[in-house]
């Protein structure tokens, strides 16, 4: 991606930032975040104009939009949790959200946007589960708002000619990761390093794609596509969290740490938990795209990496 002027929503967040860094050199990028999730000093010093703003804010998001080519949409409530207690949430962030975004970019003229979306599409299906599965079912209201997005996204494509691609991302991990499982234990081993409290029954297993893979592919796979497309962008393998809290606790040299799960209902770690994902890549690897990292490496890298911006003291 070059030479564009790129509208990130949600640019100051774990993925956003980490997609400025990438991009800031050959590209004009503006920023737009309302900082709930996302962090200022991430981008600071970055080539980036930053706007503070919310999606939620249509004249102020159509406003700020005008003049650029992309939209790459990030902005959300990243957390599936927060549905069990506010069941509107995910609605009106994730879903009204990204209609507002593809309402400015039509009004603005704009053509493209990379959107991202999430494996919680699919809930509990098969796996590795293909793009084709269906019908999807999801069990969180997470999951629910980004398929009526990914929707959203379609109608526009066909209706106002704008390209569109909806990444349905496996759990992503790596540098300023803010969330999720290995920022959760790692905080947690901060305040106490003799026992480590695992959500669900530790069997959940998942695949975990690196940052730096998930932007190489959504780069690279956005380019290919004309119309309307849907990818999986997931990595080989899985991990199941009892060996990611196993992973941490090596990684960061402790011993005679006491593990133990919460049980959970069915062994979930939460309300809407999936508890086993596995996304097939096999459609973005015929388009070229490769990963990097398997699930288990990116696992050990982000322990790493996180663990670092933490200021873990070993
Ligand atoms: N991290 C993952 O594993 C993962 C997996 C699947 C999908 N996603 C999606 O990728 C996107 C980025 O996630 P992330 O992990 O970087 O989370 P994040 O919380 O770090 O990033 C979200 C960003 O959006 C901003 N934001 C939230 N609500 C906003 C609003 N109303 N207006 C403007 N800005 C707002 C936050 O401040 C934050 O900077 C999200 O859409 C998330 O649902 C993430």
Redesign the pocket.
């Known amino acids: 991606m070059k030479n564009k002027r790129i509208f990130i929503?949600?640019?100051?967040?774990?993925?956003?930032?980490n997609i400025v860094e990438r991009l800031e050199n050959d590209n004009e990028i503006t920023v737009?975040?309302?900082?709930?999730?996302?962090?200022k000093e991430w981008i600071d010093g970055k080539r980036v104009n930053f706007v503070l703003?919310?999606?939620?804010d249509f004249e102020n998001l159509k406003k700020y939009m005008k003049g650029h080519d992309i939209v790459i949409?990030?902005?959300?409530?990243?957390?599936v949790k927060l549905g069990e207690k506010n069941n509107k949430i995910d609605l009106d962030?994730?879903f009204i959200?990204t209609y507002n975004v593809l309402e400015s970019m039509r009004i603005n003229d704009i053509n493209g946007i990379l959107f991202?979306?999430?494996?919680?599409v699919y809930g509990e299906a098969p796996v590795p589960t293909p793009e084709t599965f269906g019908p999807t079912k999801p069990i969180s209201f997470?999951g629910a708002s980004?398929l009526a997005a990914e929707s959203y996204i379609s109608v526009f494509s066909a209706m106002y000619g704008i390209r569109g691609v909806s990444f349905?991302?496996?759990?992503?991990?790596g540098r300023?990761?803010?969330?999720?499982v290995i920022y959760d234990f790692i905080k947690k081993l901060m305040k106490n390093r003799n026992s480590l409290e695992v959500l669900g029954d530790g069997t959940q297993t998942k695949s975990y794609i690196h940052v730096e893979d998930c932007i190489d592919g959504i780069t690279y796979l956005y380019e290919k596509v004309r119309g309307y497309e849907v990818f999986n962008l997931g990595t080989d393998g899985s991990t199941n969290v009892m060996d990611i809290a196993k992973m941490v606790v090596s990684l960061l040299n402790l011993k005679n740490v006491k593990i133990y799960t919460t049980g959970g209902k069915d062994g979930r770690g939460w309300a809407g938990d999936i508890k086993v994902m596995l996304l097939s890549i096999e459609k973005a690897k015929s388009y070229g795209w490769y990963p990097k990292y398997n699930s288990d490496e990116a696992v050990k890298k982000a322990i790493m990496e996180i663990s670092g911006e933490l200021g873990w003291k070993y």
Request: charged share 10%.
């Open positions: 929503t949600g640019g100051a967040g774990f993925i956003g930032s737009y975040d309302n900082l709930s999730t996302g962090k703003g919310d999606i939620l949409h990030l902005a959300a409530n990243p957390d962030i994730n959200g991202s979306s999430s494996s919680t997470y980004k349905r991302f496996a759990n992503v991990i300023h990761g803010n969330h999720g």
